[in-house]
């Protein structure tokens, strides 16, 4: 799995959080549409850790943004808490 930037891990935990992501599947779909939104040039949506909107992989979302990398990415922030 491909290691996030803090920020990004920072801004995930509290999204997870919030009471409007109840499951990390609206968690990845939020994200998504907020990335889509930023290439869009929105800047208001670019998602912390990222200066850029970071590419596609090969599963047409950003390499680690899988629903299980980032259920693994949040585990792993509440370890450490």
Known sequence: MKSHPAPFISYLSNLAMSERHTSIKRLHR??????????DGITENAIPGY???????????????????????????????
């Not at 950003?62 to 509440?78: A, D, E, M, T, Y």
């Open 51 to 81: 200066q850029t909107p970071p590419p596609d992989g090969p599963k047409g979302y950003p390499v680690g943004w899988s629903i299980s990398s980032l259920r693994k990415s949040l585990i792993g922030q509440c370890a450490k808490s």
């Open 30 to 39: 939020f994200l998504i549409l907020r990335l889509q939104l930023w290439r």
